[in-house]
Structure formats: C-alpha cells, structure tokens
C-alpha cells in the first residue's frame, strides 16, 4: 500500500523549508581561554539592541553583539568593553549572574553564537534565553557561583588560562589548576549539539523511523 500520512507530508516539507540560515556546527569537546563579562543581569537587549531585530537570517548578527557596549555614539570602539579588550579571546564567554534576562528574542543567541562563542558560563541563565541557546548550537554551562568566581579569578589573573567543557562528560575543567564542575543539559539537546542538529535536522535524522512508524499504523488499521 502506498501511503502519505499527515506526519510522512510534514517531513517531505521539512526538506523543502531547509534554508541557507547559518549551520550549527557539531559540538566537540572545547579547550579555550574565555572571554570575562564580569557583569550580572546582562539582558536580552544589551546584547543585541531592539533596533537590530530586523533580519530573519541567522547571518550578521554578532556584527551587533552587545553593541552599546562595545561601540558609543560614533560607532568608535569602547577601549573599556572586554570585547574590546584584545588580551582576552576564545569561544567561551563567561558571564555573570542571570545572563539572558529580559526579552524573549531568539537574536540574542544568534548575536552570540555568529560573533564566534560555542559556550556561555555563568551560575545562572534566565530559561527563555537557555532553551534559544540550546536550539541554535550555543552550550549554556550553568556552574555554582564559587566555580564562577574561580573561573574569573584566573581568567582575569592570566587571560592565557584555558577551560575544557566536555559535552559528552558534561563537565568544565579549568585546565591550570584541575578545578572542575559537572553541569546538566537536557538529553535531546545534548544529541542535537553533538551532531549539529536543530529540530528539523533531528527529525530528518529520524524520517525512516517515522515512516516506518506510519506504515506499520496504517497496516495495523487497515486490518
């Protein structure tokens, strides 16, 4: 019996809404030095301001990652803004208390992740901002507030100083000192961000299950 059920349709159409958005690459184990952002309550929108919202592309969006700060009026860099800082780089952010508050834009991962971060540490993450980041291939690494004010301290004392986050392990290890975390992530996101999936890769991965699923439905009422 040949058969198109509503589920087998959706995949079909799954193949043709694939875009040119940006990839999300396949996460691996990381050992970088980071980024400090010494700074609680950093919301939606200072890190990605309101005026910039206007592309639905993934593309260009790190171009504006916490622009009033790194920039002021006459778009000159702040020489104060860690961003702006070239003693500091990597693809590891580490981030105050409560990163990711306020509004519940998807841009803000974007701007995240484009501007070339793969991991946000902080002791906490407001939700909305967490699941965005978990959708969009960016690791969220909720630590305890004493493994986040190590993790400053040696940053800040030597901006050389590395971090490992080990996604499989789901652990991050501060590698001068052997100092080391466990953090929790859901399942899903966890299989998603090692093979680089979003949702819809996740369910094309899957599509001859589904229609497996289906045929074996259809037969079974067909009797």
């Excluded at 407001?126 to 301290?153: C, H, M, T, W, Y």
């Excluded at 074996?216 to 009797?223: A, M, P, Y």
Aim: charge should be neutral; proline fraction near 3%.
């Amino acid at each position: 019996m040949k058969f198109d059920t509503s589920a087998v349709r959706q995949v079909k159409k799954i193949n043709q809404l694939k875009n040119n958005n940006m990839p999300i690459e396949k996460f691996k184990t990381i050992e970088s030095t980071c980024v400090p952002l010494k700074i609680d309550n950093v919301d939606t929108d200072q890190i990605i301001p309101a005026r910039f919202l206007k592309a639905t592309s993934r593309e260009g969006f790190g171009d504006n990652l916490f622009r009033d700060w790194r920039f002021d009026r006459n778009d000159n860099p702040r020489k104060d803004f860690v961003l702006n800082n070239k003693k500091f780089s990597g693809s590891v952010l580490v981030a105050g208390k409560n990163f990711g508050s306020g509004s519940s834009r998807e841009h803000a991962s974007w701007a995240v992740y484009d501007y070339g971060f793969r991991v946000v540490v902080s002791s906490f993450f407001a939700d909305i901002f967490k699941n965005n980041a978990l959708n969009n291939g960016l690791l969220p690494v909720q630590v305890s507030e004493s493994f986040l004010s190590r993790l400053f301290e040696e940053i800040f004392q030597n901006p050389e100083k590395k971090v490992k986050v080990d996604l499989e392990k789901q652990r991050i290890t501060l590698l001068s000192t052997g100092e080391n975390e466990g953090f929790e992530i859901n399942g899903y996101k966890k299989t998603c961000l090692i093979n680089g999936y979003d949702d819809i890769d996740y369910l094309l991965s899957i599509k001859n299950k589904i229609e497996k699923f289906e045929a074996t439905l259809l037969s079974e009422l067909s009797e």
